[in-house]
């Protein structure tokens, strides 16, 4: 099964949304799943492959007082791209705002 997840936050960040998707990844990369990570743009080291998942970046800008937060700006058309040219039987938002 082909899966794309679209998160608000990623590695290198680590929080809760990381966590459980370093998890859900793990479980994916086990069945066998193709999987592909969209998140936004990190300050630090960003990994191309996780847990056998490919990651795309969207490009961000950080939140004034909360550097660590980064946000994607302006994501949307390039967001529909990396879906049109990958194709996912799924779609999953990981969103801690939500």
Not at 14 to 21: A, F, K, P, Y
Not at 49 to 59: D, F, H, I, M
Not at 68 to 88: C, D, S, W
């Amino acid at each position: 099964m082909k899966l794309a997840i679209i998160a608000e936050s990623f590695l290198p960040e680590m929080n809760g949304v990381t966590h459980s998707l370093l998890k859900i990844l793990q479980h994916l990369d086990a069945r066998g799943d193709e999987v592909l990570v969209i998140a936004p743009s990190a300050a630090g080291k960003e990994p191309r492959v996780v847990e056998g998942a490919r990651v795309r970046r969207l490009p961000a800008i950080a939140l004034a007082r909360y550097p660590n937060i980064r946000i994607a700006a302006g994501g949307v058309l390039r967001v529909k791209t990396l879906l049109t040219e990958f194709q996912p039987d799924v779609v999953h938002l990981a969103s801690p705002s939500c």
